[in-house]
């Protein structure tokens, strides 16, 4: 009897996914189709990726949009409400080619009303090799991807120059996302840090913050990690950050609890907080007094964690103390 069931459930859902996908509209790379949102209705879109690169999805025109973006067994993979422009949605994902993804477009909320535009294109993701310089020009609203290969253990740092406002996001291989970054540059430039490991790849994605447009330059380099100053709970350490610089420090917990790291002054500082494999756990800007960094973890016991700290911009300098404490 339960195989039978078993059997029928399997028909059952067959059944009513090739009606699913008899129902959804088909939206082709490149191009757009009009639609209209009734109040507490949703459409239903396919996809499908004839080339391997980012796929971006995004709704045109006056109507309050909200997209939601699924593998082709309705599993949820991203969803977005004000992404584009105004009130519009935008999704964009790393996708392989022969790919299928759903899309579902509903209004922001029951009682939206109004018509719009869909449109799915495919960008390329370009090599960014260590050391090379790659300039080009950001249009406002736009990403621009990049992939970035480890060739040893380090820390890996993606950064741009210019006069351009700029804005990186840093995911792994697989489109996990790891940091963000807006001004940690010179100027409105961004600049990311990763710990990275030899042969893993990098995706990076560059736009303009804002409404800004206009020339850029990247970088990619790495770096090997300098050994750590020791810093015990109820110890603190006093330094001076040097304009681009970047101390590290470990701190070596005897029993389980809340590990407090902290600086305090008046240099404007920056945290990151590591696993001792260099997994990034936290970071932090001004979570303490004034201009200062301040992180908390739940620390296990009998672990080493360790701390990176720099000046919030690459111009910043100045004296620092910096905390270890165990609440």
Do not use: C
Not at 25 to 34: C, D, F, M
């Amino acid at each position: 009897m339960k195989k039978k069931l078993l059997f029928l459930s399997v028909i059952l859902v067959f059944v009513l996914g090739t009606v699913f996908a008899q129902n959804a509209q088909e939206l082709r790379i490149g191009t757009s189709v009009n639609g209209r949102i009734d109040a507490g209705q949703e459409t239903w879109f396919i996809i499908r990726t004839t080339q391997a690169g980012v796929l971006s999805i995004e709704t045109h025109g006056n109507t309050d949009t909200y997209m939601e973006l699924y593998d082709a067994q309705r599993n949820l993979i991203k969803e977005n409400d004000d992404g584009g422009v105004d009130f519009n949605a935008k999704i964009e994902v790393v996708a392989a080619r022969g790919t299928t993804y759903l899309v579902k477009v509903r209004g922001f909320s029951s009682d939206v009303v109004g018509s719009y535009q869909i449109a799915a294109n495919m960008e390329n993701i370009s090599d960014l090799r260590l050391g090379n310089l790659q300039r080009g020009n950001i249009e406002s609203g736009r990403g621009y991807w990049f992939r970035v290969r480890a060739t040893s253990n380090g820390i890996l740092t993606v950064e741009t120059t210019g006069d351009t406002d700029t804005y990186l996001e840093i995911y792994d291989g697989d489109n996990n996302y790891i940091t963000e970054d807006d001004d940690g540059g010179e100027g409105f430039n961004a600049k990311v840090d990763v710990l990275a490991n030899s042969g893993s790849t990098y995706l990076v994605r560059l736009s303009a913050y804002g409404d800004n447009s206009g020339p850029y330059q990247i970088r990619a380099s790495i770096r090997n990690v300098p050994a750590p100053t020791s810093l015990s709970p109820g110890s603190f350490f006093n330094g001076n950050i040097a304009a681009g610089q970047e101390y590290w420090f470990s701190v070596r917990t005897s029993a389980r609890g809340r590990l407090v790291v902290e600086t305090t002054g008046n240099t404007d500082t920056y945290l990151f907080a590591y696993s001792d494999s260099y997994e990034l756990l936290a970071q932090d800007d001004d979570g303490g007094d004034g201009y200062n960094a301040r992180i908390v973890l739940d620390a296990a016991a009998n672990r080493t964690y360790l701390f990176r700290l720099r000046g919030y911009s690459t111009s910043e300098e100045g004296p620092y103390r910096i905390f270890a404490s165990m609440e």
